[in-house]
């Protein structure tokens, strides 16, 4: 389930459930691989995260595929 808790209302960025930080995204277009994590305690995965990090990745294959 989602809650509005969990992304900032106006920025729309993704929160760390542990600490209440903006989650660090970071991708590789060459490697084709996308991180979420949170700079403050390194966690921040969630079930929304995975999905969220695996429909990047997708869309990463899909650009390069073009």
Do not use: F, K, N, Y
Not at 11 to 18: A, M, Q, V
Not at 19 to 30: G, H, P, R, S, W
Not at 37 to 65: D, I, M, Y
């Amino acid at each position: 389930m989602s809650s509005p808790l969990h992304a900032h209302p106006v920025t729309r960025h993704r929160w760390c459930r542990d600490c209440a930080m903006v989650l660090t995204v970071t991708v590789d277009e060459l490697a084709r691989t996308v991180a979420m994590r949170c700079p403050r305690c390194g966690g921040g995965s969630s079930a929304a995260t995975v999905r969220l990090l695996a429909a990047c990745q997708a869309s990463l294959a899909a650009a390069q595929a073009a």
